[in-house]
């Protein structure tokens, strides 16, 4: 048995998803007549209480589109410095939109709408970029699963519409926060502009991904998606995926979170570690007491032990909770860190 803690990408889709998937009824959406896409765009724009949704291959085209559709080439969008756009789509803000990240240094991953205000260029100095969208993630990856609080959420609106600036929400992992937080999913619908989701990390599909907005908007997106080649064909099959991971893997988060609760409580327990990063949802940030142990050796100890788990840099380890990670596995990664790893060191 071995135990994949690196991401909650590495799922495999369960009997049931394959089964749904076999017998979806397909079409060729490039002519949007793949019934199954169509059905899950619907659902999708339904959950946020948006008028319209388009499916992509992946978040990082999601994200890509959403800048575009909002920035032309020499704006600037505001993002936290933990930002996925920022660190993680390979620089695609410069290459697809021709647009600068103004970086804010906030918490976890999370700014505030005072930081946000700060951060905008005042429109008539055209020296500097001009400042067009505000970028939030949610729940934040780098920021390890943070939820952010949903009024500070709707100040930054407030900004944004006093600046005439865009919103845009990375809901990667909305579905970890939605869960956590209780919170109405149509609540964020109401506030952002665009909002892309991830099927293919907790809820499990194999790919796919969703950008939510107006009808303008996901009509600019179409054509977006288009020139990025991101138009498919019959991907009715990894649609009817994502409807089997909506009516089925929302509510077991709830078990991802409660496991990594109880891997931060042992790891804090354990001699060599410095410090675990608060947890909210299926992520748990830490950092080895370098002294006692180094990371390398950390790594190869749970390795050996059959664990994978990765290094984010910084002295940063990172281990995520998904739908793969029994029962089962999670008693043995809790003994393996008890036992082994105390008697090595
Ligand atoms: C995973 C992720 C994405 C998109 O990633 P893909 O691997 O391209 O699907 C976007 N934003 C956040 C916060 C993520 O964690």
């Given at each position: 048995m071995r135990?994949?803690?690196?991401?909650?990408t590495v799922?495999?889709p369960?009997p049931g998803?394959?089964?749904?998937?076999l017998?979806?009824?397909?079409g060729d959406?490039?002519?949007k007549?793949d019934?199954t896409?169509?059905?899950l765009?619907?659902?999708?724009a339904?959950?946020?209480g948006?008028?319209?949704?388009l499916?992509?291959?992946s978040?990082t085209?999601?994200?890509?589109t959403?800048i575009?559709l909002?920035t032309n080439?020499?704006d600037?969008l505001?993002?936290?410095k933990?930002?996925?756009?920022?660190?993680y789509?390979g620089g695609?803000?410069?290459?697809?939109?021709?647009?600068?990240?103004k970086?804010?240094?906030g918490?976890?991953?999370?700014?505030?709408?005072e930081?946000?205000e700060?951060a905008?260029?005042?429109p008539?100095?055209?020296?500097?970029?001009?400042?067009s969208?505000?970028?939030?993630e949610?729940t934040?990856?780098k920021?390890?699963?943070?939820?952010w609080?949903?009024?500070?959420?709707?100040k930054i609106?407030h900004?944004?519409?006093a600046?005439?600036l865009?919103?845009?929400?990375?809901?990667a992992?909305?579905?970890?926060?939605l869960?956590?937080?209780?919170e109405?999913?149509?609540?964020?619908?109401?506030l952002f502009?665009t909002?892309?989701?991830?099927?293919?990390?907790?809820l499990?599909?194999?790919?796919?991904?969703v950008?939510v907005?107006?009808?303008?908007?996901?009509?600019?997106?179409?054509?977006?998606?288009?020139?990025?080649g991101?138009g498919?064909?019959?991907?009715?099959y990894?649609a009817?995926?994502?409807?089997?991971a909506?009516?089925?893997?929302?509510?077991?988060l709830q078990?991802?979170h409660?496991?990594?609760?109880?891997?931060?409580k042992?790891?804090?327990d354990?001699?060599?570690?410095?410090?675990?990063e608060?947890i909210?949802?299926n992520?748990?940030?830490?950092?080895?007491?370098e002294s006692?142990f180094?990371?390398?050796e950390?790594?190869?100890?749970?390795?050996e032990?059959?664990?994978?788990?990765i290094g984010?840099g910084?002295?940063k380890l990172?281990?995520?909770?998904h739908?793969?990670y029994?029962d089962e596995?999670h008693?043995?990664t809790?003994?393996?860190?008890?036992?082994?790893v105390s008697?090595?060191?």
């Open positions: 135990i994949n803690l690196i991401s909650d799922t495999k369960t998803m394959l089964k749904a998937m017998y979806a009824q397909v959406d490039v002519f007549n019934p896409i169509n059905a765009e619907e659902k999708v339904d959950f946020f948006m008028e319209s949704a499916f992509f291959p978040g085209m999601t994200n890509q959403a575009k909002h080439p020499g600037q505001i993002c936290d933990y930002a996925h756009v920022y660190n789509e695609g803000v410069s290459f697809n939109s021709g647009v600068s990240c970086l804010v240094d918490n976890r991953g999370m700014m505030t709408a930081q946000v700060k905008i260029n005042p008539d100095f055209y020296h500097s970029p001009l400042t969208l505000v970028c939030i949610n934040t990856n920021g390890g699963g943070a939820c609080d949903f009024e500070e959420l709707k609106r900004i944004c519409d600046n005439q865009n919103y845009h929400l990375d809901g992992r909305i579905w970890n926060a869960v956590k937080k209780k109405d999913p149509r609540s964020y619908g109401d502009d909002i892309s989701v991830c099927l293919s990390k907790g499990g599909c194999p790919v796919g991904s950008l907005g107006s009808k303008e908007h996901i009509a600019k997106a179409l054509r977006i998606r288009k020139i990025l991101g498919m064909r019959q991907s009715g990894l009817a995926a994502g409807i089997y909506l009516d089925n893997h929302i509510d077991r078990e991802d409660e496991k990594a609760q109880e891997l931060g042992v790891l804090s354990l001699p060599f570690i410095r410090k675990v608060p909210e949802t992520i748990i940030i830490f950092e080895l007491e006692l180094s990371e390398q950390f790594l190869s100890i749970l390795s032990n059959g664990i994978d788990i984010m910084q002295g990172r281990m995520v909770t739908l793969d029994t596995m008693k043995r809790l003994q393996v860190l008890q036992e082994s008697e090595t060191i």
